[in-house]
DNA sequence: AGCGTGACACGAC
DNA sequence: GGTCGTGCCACGC
């Protein structure tokens, strides 16, 4: 398995009206310190996708993308959508941040509480 | 095969 | 508390 669909399992896994920051995913994928990765994997990632790319934000819970594109307001909607509540552009991570519990990757899940 | 790149994270101001 | 600058990693050209 490539590291790229290592990726997509995590983010595949992150639950409905929950976020997931890159660096968490990252590590997640057994990546650590390839958060840049994350972003760069997802920003190829066709629009037609199931992937839940919409949950992923940085660690300062922003969104990281420009907020001119069409994706920026894209992945608010989605989020909105699930319930999470954005404001400035930015959402509580301390309230919608996942902890993960049962990961794919129960290997190197080290995420103190 | 090598180099630049990026939807980041983290430590300092 | 926010903003700025540097470091990191694997991907894609």
Redesign the pocket.
């Known amino acids: 398995m490539?590291?790229?669909n290592a990726i997509f399992a995590v983010v595949n896994a992150i639950p409905p009206g929950q976020v997931a920051?890159?660096?968490?995913?990252?590590r997640l994928a057994g990546?650590?310190?390839?958060?840049?990765?994350?972003?760069?994997?997802?920003?190829?990632?066709p629009e037609d996708t199931r992937l839940p790319?919409?949950r992923?934000?940085?660690?300062?819970g922003r969104?990281?993308?420009?907020a001119d594109s069409a994706?920026y307001s894209e992945?608010i909607a989605r989020l909105c959508a699930e319930g999470v509540i954005i404001e400035k552009g930015?959402l509580s991570l301390t309230q919608y941040q996942w902890r993960p519990t049962e990961s794919p990757n129960p290997h190197s899940n080290r995420m103190p509480a």
């Not at 990546?31 to 990632?45: D, K, S």
């Open positions: 490539s590291n790229r920051t890159y660096g968490q995913v990252a990546l650590p310190g390839a958060a840049r990765l994350v972003g760069n994997i997802l920003h190829t990632v790319w919409h992923v934000v940085n660690a300062q969104i990281s993308l420009p994706s992945q930015r």
